[in-house]
């Protein structure tokens, strides 16, 4: 896993930092900064403990004219500046590295909600805003921001649209990119950029906001967005579902889409290791199946009809299902209690690896056509290097997109396997992924953590196209430098 070591900052790191901070104060207050690594630890260690950095400041601002002036002083001074939203991403990008000569903008106290227009079925909100305050605020109007992740009570919308996030209802309303109407954000060199309108149609000239989502901090500060925002459903069926194996969970899929047609919201594969691992982390939950399966999936559907009616399709689906000797056994939830329980399981995942320790993840996507094919051989190649690792597989089959993280055996440390394993079990995965005309990160983006990999998968034309619209917008490669890019010489 690469770490990040820069050279030694030009001045003595005291009194650069002074200088720093008393500008910093003077333009967000001297209660809005922080400095020294105790006060500034969770903010420049990422969520996962892997990536441990350094900050001469960590400032928060709560204006857009203040990230303004942050950056011009920033750009003035040759400073790197690295933007925070919820600091839950997973791949180092969030973090300064070790040098100690970054400023860490936090986004966090710019968290309101600006608007909510229900003709428009649009919200404009400020960076800051956390993705549970967002689909809150649409809730208490009768709509739906539709963006679901496991993260949603830190991660926050500016960061949300910095790595295109994607989650569990991409197969219905699409990730980010396919959320946002209008994005406000802060160049490098302090200029605001603003495109804060409502408009579905809009076709004059470069579609400049879309160049923010997804280029992780890299491009200019998102500092508030104009998001979409849906009809609530209001009925709601889900389904735990064992399949015979994953190219059996792809044929379902099929039949669910044939019956269920737009209601199908949600389609998560999850392998039986990844459900004992998360039961296990749990500890109050049983499976929701009375016997053991090698592979399941959550199934949820929504419409604006009745319950009554999209259970009925759900049970279409299931019965077709076991015609055709594709589904083993199902638990339908017969209440909201049952579904937010599935659900749970499913959210609860990820922090079960975390807590665990020892997780190499593959945040893969190839064709739906070929991602039954791409597990066997993916599966079929770890294992033959590390017999004891934890098949956890799982995540939004219905995108051609599974969370393809081999764990660590029970009787081995993290940091023994993945110092044996991490490089060549990655590299193995990325490597069948790439073959299958697949990418090596369909929604964590790239961070530091696959920064040096993309050089193998990006064609040479990709990556020097990227980095000439980085030099076009940052040409002091000051926001979040060494971060996603990998060098080219
Ligand atoms: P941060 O971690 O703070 O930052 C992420 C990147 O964006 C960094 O490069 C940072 O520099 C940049 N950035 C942050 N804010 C801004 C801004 N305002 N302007 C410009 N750049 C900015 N991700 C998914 O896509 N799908 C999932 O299903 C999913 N599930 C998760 C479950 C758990 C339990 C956890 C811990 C994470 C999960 N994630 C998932 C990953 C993560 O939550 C997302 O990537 C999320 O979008 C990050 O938002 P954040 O505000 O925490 O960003
Ligand atoms: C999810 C979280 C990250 C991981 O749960 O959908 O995106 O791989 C993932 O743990
Ligand atoms: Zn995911």
Redesign the pocket.
Same mark, same amino acid.
């Given at each position: 896993m690469p770490t990040d070591s820069h050279t030694a900052p030009a001045t003595s790191p005291t009194s650069a930092t002074n200088a720093t901070l008393a500008a910093m104060q003077a333009i967000v207050g001297a209660g809005a900064c922080l400095s020294g690594d105790a006060d500034t630890e969770s903010y420049v260690t990422d969520?996962r403990r892997i990536y441990r950095g350094k900050a001469q400041v960590v400032v928060m601002p709560s204006t857009t004219e203040q990230v303004s002036q942050v950056m011009a002083w920033c750009h003035a001074h040759d400073v790197p500046v690295?933007?925070? $939203? $919820?600091?839950?991403? *997973?791949m180092g $990008?969030?973090v300064p590295d070790d040098s100690g000569t970054a400023v860490l903008l936090s *986004?966090g106290r710019m968290n309101r909600v600006l608007a909510v227009d229900t003709i428009n079925d649009t919200m404009t909100v400020q960076?800051g805003v956390t993705l549970n305050a967002a689909r809150t605020a649409a809730e208490q109007e009768q709509r739906l921001f539709a963006l679901r992740?496991?993260?949603e009570g830190?991660?926050?919308i500016?960061?949300?649209l910095?790595?295109n996030?994607? &989650?569990?209802a991409v197969l219905r309303y699409g990730n980010m990119r396919d959320l946002v109407l209008g994005i406000e954000a802060v160049l490098p060199d302090g200029r605001i950029y603003s495109s804060l309108r409502g408009l579905r149609k809009d076709n004059t000239g470069y579609d400049l906001k879309q160049l923010f989502v997804g280029s992780?901090?890299t491009l &200019?500060?998102?500092t508030a967005a104009v998001l979409k925002l849906m009809p609530q459903p209001r009925a709601n069926a889900v389904a735990f579902v064992a399949v015979q194996s994953p190219e059996a969970a792809v044929r379902l899929l099929g039949v669910a889409k044939q019956h269920g047609g737009q209601a199908v919201t949600a389609f998560e594969l999850i392998s039986a290791p990844a459900l004992e691992l998360v039961l296990e982390y749990l500890g109050d939950v049983t499976s929701p199946l009375p016997a053991r399966h090698d592979w399941m999936v959550l199934i949820e559907l929504t419409s604006g009809g009745s319950d009554e009616s999209l259970n009925a399709t759900l049970m279409e689906i299931l019965e077709a299902g076991l015609a055709q000797e594709l589904v083993l056994d199902a638990a339908v939830a017969a209440s909201l209690a049952d579904a937010q329980r599935f659900w749970r399981i499913r959210e609860e995942i990820?922090?079960a690896q975390t807590r665990t320790g020892g997780s190499i993840k593959c945040d893969v996507s190839v064709p739906l056509s070929r991602i039954a094919a791409f597990i066997g051989d993916a599966s079929a190649k770890v294992l033959a290097l590390e017999p004891a690792a934890r098949m956890v597989i799982y995540g939004h089959m219905g995108d051609g997109n599974v969370h393809f993280n081999p764990l660590r055996p029970k009787d081995r440390s993290a940091a023994d396997f993945l110092g044996q394993w991490y490089a060549p079990i990655s590299e193995a995965v990325d490597t069948l992924a790439h073959a299958e005309n697949g990418s090596i990160s369909a929604?964590?983006?790239i &961070?530091v953590a696959k920064r040096d990999d993309l050089k193998r998968y990006k064609s040479p034309v990709e990556l020097e196209l990227m980095w000439q619209v980085k030099r076009a917008l940052d040409p002091k490669n000051l926001l979040?430098p060494a971060?996603m890019l990998p060098r080219l010489d």
């Open positions: 969520y690295v933007p925070q $939203g $919820g600091n839950t991403s *997973l $990008g969030a *986004l960076a992740i496991g993260s830190s991660c926050q500016g960061g949300n910095a790595t996030a994607g &989650g569990t992780e901090g &200019g500060i998102i990820s922090d929604e964590h983006g &961070g979040n971060k």
